[in-house]
């Protein structure tokens, strides 16, 4: 795909952050005394901006919502960002882009605050050009949103040569919005139906199998 600029998402793409990310939605459901979802349900968290989810999934009202995100971020800045681990060959994939000279950047819908804290955790910092991630606030959160924010602050040409590679449709969307190419990837929290329906350009089922996709001939 001859990319010029990589954007990576982080949950689902390069952590496994599934475990954090729902024992504080856990915690923030229990705070309010709300039914707490299926683990199927749960992992649906994992992705979007967590207003939305807590909308979708658990049909909180908007002050509830509100409520339930402070909840969860009481949890999750003190022990659910670190309950997840790297996916094999993270490490291995992002040195071995670095070699090739390719400029590497995060946009992530988690707050940027802790997409920060995580891959300093995981001395994974000195890899990214950039790290850029949704606002506490609220009023960047949208995916597409973001990636805008992420080509702004970089000074990226928003085009076909820049890719954006995630494990959600929301990565595969929020990309074309911005007029990037994309790659789904399948080790994620994703299906093939929702990746290939979203319209990514290429799927891949390991984090070393990226490498191969861009520097196929």
Do not use: W
């Amino acid at each position: 795909m001859k990319p010029t600029a990589l954007l990576f998402d982080l949950d689902g793409t390069i952590t496994d952050s599934a475990e954090g990310i729902i024992h504080s939605v856990r915690y923030a459901l229990n705070k309010q005394g709300k039914e707490i979802p299926d683990d199927c349900q749960l992992t649906s968290f994992i992705g979007p901006p967590l207003a939305e989810s807590f909308q979708t999934v658990c049909q909180l009202k908007e002050e509830e919502i509100a409520q339930a995100i402070l909840d969860y971020r009481e949890y999750y800045q003190k022990k659910g960002l670190f309950e997840s681990q790297l996916y094999p060959d993270i490490p291995k994939l992002l040195a071995a882009l670095q070699q090739l000279n390719l400029p590497l950047y995060v946009a992530t819908s988690k707050p940027e605050k802790f997409a920060r804290q995580l891959l300093a955790h995981y001395h994974l910092t000195d890899y990214f050009g950039g790290i850029y991630g949704a606002s506490l606030d609220g009023t960047r959160a949208k995916k597409s949103t973001v990636i805008a924010y992420a080509l702004e602050q970089a000074e990226i040409d928003p085009t076909e040569t820049t890719i954006m590679i995630g494990d959600r449709s929301h990565d595969i969307l929020g990309a074309s919005e911005n007029g990037l190419k994309s790659i789904g990837v399948l080790y994620g929290f994703g299906t093939s139906e929702e990746l290939r329906k979203a319209g990514a350009d290429k799927l891949v089922s390991s984090p070393l199998e990226i490498l191969s996709c861009i520097t196929e001939k």
